[in-house]
């Protein structure tokens, strides 16, 4: 069965670290495009990063600098390294499999959620 | 503020068909991007629903359809169910951002 399953979320003070990781089975990960997607309390998707089956990496201009995206391909696993945490990284963190421009994200995980307070 | 632009909300009767827009510009939309759609039932991940423009993956009934033209989209569900009742997001791609990637603010369907 195709299935991505995100960890790591969790309460964490402004200005701190946290690394979120995506277990993807029945796939490949570093075969595909992956995906992380946000979404603060109460509002829309934003996406965050994505790494290319190539290794090229970008991010949306609110991380640029702050998040690091990588992938372990001994583990089949997506990470998000998160630095420098704001309060409005505040939100459910999604990963996915990203088929590309003319297929969409399939595969999508359960989500985990990231709260930045004091 | 969204680079993708939908109605915050429709509505519309059980068996009615209901239509949701999402409009960019000559940068995405309009620059031959393809667009997708996403349902996002109440307190789940999103659900890949349309893709490419207006293909179905499998097991998405064929109430929902896609379509687009110039610089918009739009989704269409006809013989609308309860079970609609969610949040519908167009997603593409945008080649004058820094960011490849650009959402749709979201549309919440309620089914009346």
């Known amino acids: 069965e195709v299935q991505l399953v995100e960890s790591g979320g969790g309460l964490i003070q402004p200005g701190g670290s946290l690394r979120l990781s995506c277990a993807a089975s029945?796939?490949?990960?570093?075969?595909?495009?992956m995906s992380w997607v946000r979404q603060a309390p109460g509002k829309g998707l934003e996406w965050v990063s994505v790494?290319?089956?190539?290794?090229?990496?970008y991010y949306a201009d609110s991380v640029k600098g702050r998040f690091t995206i990588s992938r372990d391909n001994s583990k089949n696993t997506l990470y998000l390294q998160m630095n420098s945490l704001r309060a409005e990284d505040t939100a459910v963190y999604y990963c996915a499999r990203d088929q590309g421009f003319h297929y969409g994200m399939d595969v999508w995980g359960q989500g985990t959620t990231v709260t930045v307070s004091s | 503020q969204s680079v993708l632009t939908q109605p915050p909300s429709v509505s519309g009767a059980p068996g009615q068909r209901v239509t949701i827009s999402c409009t960019g510009s000559?940068?995405?939309?309009?620059?031959?991007?393809?667009v997708h759609w996403y349902q996002q039932l109440p307190g789940t991940a999103p659900k890949l629903l349309i893709y490419g423009n207006s293909n179905r993956p499998s097991g998405v009934p064929d109430r929902f359809s896609g379509s687009k033209s110039g610089t918009s989209a739009s989704l269409a569900i006809t013989g609308l169910q309860a079970e609609d009742e969610a949040d519908y997001y167009c997603q593409s791609y945008d080649s004058s951002l820094s960011v490849p990637v650009v959402f749709g603010g979201g549309t919440k369907l309620t089914v009346l």
């Open positions: 790494i290319y089956s190539g290794g090229s990496t």
């Open positions: 000559s940068s995405n939309i309009g620059a031959g991007y393809d």
């Open positions: 029945g796939f490949t990960v570093s075969s595909n495009y």
